[in-house]
């Protein structure tokens, strides 16, 4: 017997999360993405659908659909979600982070949120239209990506750029990190649309000096002027900049928890903001965090160079400005080079597609209000705003009051609530019809 789409995410999810698809941003030691990417074919093709694999090196494999439209003159959707998963450390979590455990009303395990939770959502919404036979408004086409965790060069840019026929006709998109609540009260969650994201700007800064003995007395040291900049990297604050996405979302804040936001001075308004407001306050200034060092050969050897990976982090229309800044902080004497970079998203609040999620979550949650939001990391979307298709993050949860759910974006004990999931796939059915 068929199980209805809300039973069978369940069972989707939890798979999805036994498959170890762990991205470790190296080809040597990630797991791969080739297993999950043929089970979400074997379930498509299930149900009569044409999946398509595509892999980009060894393993690291993803799965691109259409589904033909009742309209296909109009503009395709793209609903897209990634296959790959941050690394964890199985000592430190509650239980097996490739368990998917049900536990207290959530399943539990890397990928619960970010992001087999919509991939499973998306599938059983698909597996049940095809299985009942409706046929959507217009085309759909659903893609799963390999190594959106690393900068998407093995997964959403090869697509994008070896073959972008798939995606012919594409107009719109959705993808993750947009769509789930924020309480304000018994009757009013604010559900947070992305319509931005800030750039990601990964750099090596590198400082050389005289190589020497270590016991030698040593004013030229590599290691200390490396040290010296990165510590002042990160402790530095660069300066609050308000952009018409994050306006429009303390606005609505303001209003929603009746507070007073100085729109050119809005961190005190953001800090009552719960746990949110460490995601929120990242979207109103450019960042870099030092994240990885890299120096010396021997103990006792004073080497010639040292090296420092900074994770930067651009607001839509900063970039030229951020590196002024950022060369300023560093000092003269530190060289430079540009890992990888993709260029911040910003999009309206407006439109049909806008209107559509706005309707499907009220009717799902009658004290829903949607909202516009940036979100401070960065997504498959820019690879896919590449090909002119305007890009939203709309992957529908209903979340407890109290969960931190930020906190569970590449952390320990990672889990999605069950209910969450499920509402998640009543809003993804409905938007999916209006839109």
Known sequence: MRKPATDEVIDLCRDLIRIDTTNTGDLATS??????????????????????LFE?????????????????????LLVHGHLDVVPADASEWSVHPFSGEIKDDFIWGRGAVDMKDFDAMALA?????QQTGYVPPRDIVLAYTADEEAGSDYGAAFLVDEHPELFEGCTEA???????????????????IQTAEKGIDWLRVHATGRPGHGSFVHDDNAVTA??????????????VVVTPTVRAFLEEVGEALHIEIDPDDPEAAIA???????????????????????????DNVIPGRASATIDCRTLPGQFELFREQLVEVLGPDLEIESIHRQPALETGFDGALVDA????????????????????????????????IRCFGFAPLRLPPDLNFSALFHGIDERVPVEGLQFGVRVLDRFLRQS
């Open 174 to 192: 959705i993808g993750e990190v947009g769509g789930f609540s924020y309480t304000v009260s018994n009757d009013l969650r604010l559900y947070m």
């Open 226 to 239: 490396l040290c010296e900049a990165v510590a002042r990297v990160g402790r530095h604050r660069f300066p």
């Open 357 to 388: 999620m706005a309707l499907a979550l009220k009717a799902e949650d009658p004290g829903a209000h949607a909202v516009p939001y940036m979100l401070s990391g960065g997504t498959d979307a820019k690879s896919f705003a590449r090909l002119g």
């Open 272 to 298: 009552k903001l719960g746990p949110i407001a460490t995601m929120i306050g990242a979207t109103i200034r450019n960042t870099a965090n030092p994240t990885r060092l890299n120096a010396g050969y021997k």
């Open 56 to 76: 980009s090196r060894p393993g690291r494999a993803s799965v691109v659909t259409r589904i033909p439209g009742a309209d296909s003159s109009r503009g395709a």
């Open 31 to 52: 797991a791969g993405e080739r297993g999950a990417a043929e089970y979400v074919a074997t379930k498509l093709s299930e149900v009569g659908l044409d999946p398509q």
């Open 125 to 129: 919404v698909v597996r049940e239209w």
